[in-house]
């Protein structure tokens, strides 16, 4: 790991979850409670950023006091459950997308697709092992026989295309061969997401910063994916995770460990060893 002299005046951590905070289990480390509550006493913000829904990402959190989420890769941005910032999709994406997953489904690829809505997750695909998958990262989720039906009384924040081992290859390549108005991003290895056309966490992390009087430079960000690149730019001090994918590692000031070795909390209390440690507790 490499780190920077202490930062003067930190005031705000964001972090992604999965291939970051998250163990390879998927669960926040134990150490990282104490820490969180450090952080508060500190009078430094913590916020979790993720394409995860806002209500997983709560589920895992809970009410701790004070915590911003960036939700839904930076298009929902939610505080004591309301949404400070929305950017949903443009409303004519939605049909060429959907249209490219089903034909191309049909021809025997394994495709699934979800319409993320800020109130619920909707998706076509009821087999167990998509439906598993997609509850590690959407809590609140219905299956219907017609997503773009189901969600005509939600605001679509983005389209999730699950896509196992083949995301970055064929999915996100697709997508962007569409031409279509929108943002595609591979955000994990099975996954890419569409959005707004200019959307992403480092535009929601800029506009929170705007919000909350903070600077990049008084800024840090973890990361380890795609889909975390613009908002490693928008933090001064700015960390991929040595899991992480190789264009981010080359994006990053700093490496941090890997997330199985909790590199994040590591990180954190190496550059800012005036926090003071509190007990592993469990939450």
């Known amino acids: 790991m490499n780190h920077p002299v202490e930062p003067s005046d930190i005031r705000l951590i964001v972090s992604d979850m ?3 905070l998250l163990d390879d289990e998927g669960n926040v480390p134990d150490a990282f409670w104490p820490l969180l509550d450090d952080l508060h006493r500190a009078g430094i913000l913590f916020v979790p950023a993720s394409g995860r829904q806002y ?3 709560h589920g ?3 009410e701790h006091e004070g915590l911003i989420y960036i939700a839904e890769n930076g298009t929902n941005v939610v505080q004591g459950g309301i949404s400070l910032d929305l950017e949903p999709v443009e409303p004519p ?3 060429p997308i959907l249209d490219w997953v089903r034909s191309t489904a049909a021809t025997g690829a394994d495709l699934g697709i979800v319409v993320c809505g800020a109130r619920s997750a909707y998706i076509e695909r009821s087999d167990e092992r998509f439906v598993s998958q997609v509850r590690r990262y959407y809590k609140a989720v219905e299956v219907v026989t017609d997503v773009r039906a189901a969600a005509l009384d939600d605001v679509v924040l983005k389209l999730a295309i699950y ?3 083949c995301a970055e290859a064929r999915s996100g390549p697709a997508l962007r061969g ?8 591979v955000s994990g290895t099975d996954w890419v997401d ?3 056309r200019g959307a992403n ?4 992390l800029e506009r929170l910063q705007l919000q909350l009087g903070i600077s990049r430079a008084q800024t840090m960000a973890f990361g380890d994916y795609l889909n975390d690149a613009e908002m490693l730019d928008a933090a001064g001090h700015s960390y991929a995770m040595a899991n992480g994918h190789p264009g981010i590692r080359a994006r990053a000031v700093h490496l941090a460990p890997s997330n199985s070795e909790a590199g994040v909390i590591s990180s954190i209390r190496a550059a800012l060893p005036h926090l003071q440690t509190g007990r592993v507790h469990a939450r």
């Open 18 to 20: 999965d291939g970051t």
């Open 55 to 57: 209500q997983t990402l």
């Open 60 to 62: 895992i959190f809970g």
């Open 93 to 95: 994406i939605i049909a």
């Open 163 to 165: 896509d196992p081992a």
């Open 178 to 185: 569409l031409d279509l108005a929108a943002a595609v991003v």
């Open 194 to 196: 569409v959005m707004r």
């Open 201 to 204: 966490k480092g535009r929601a």
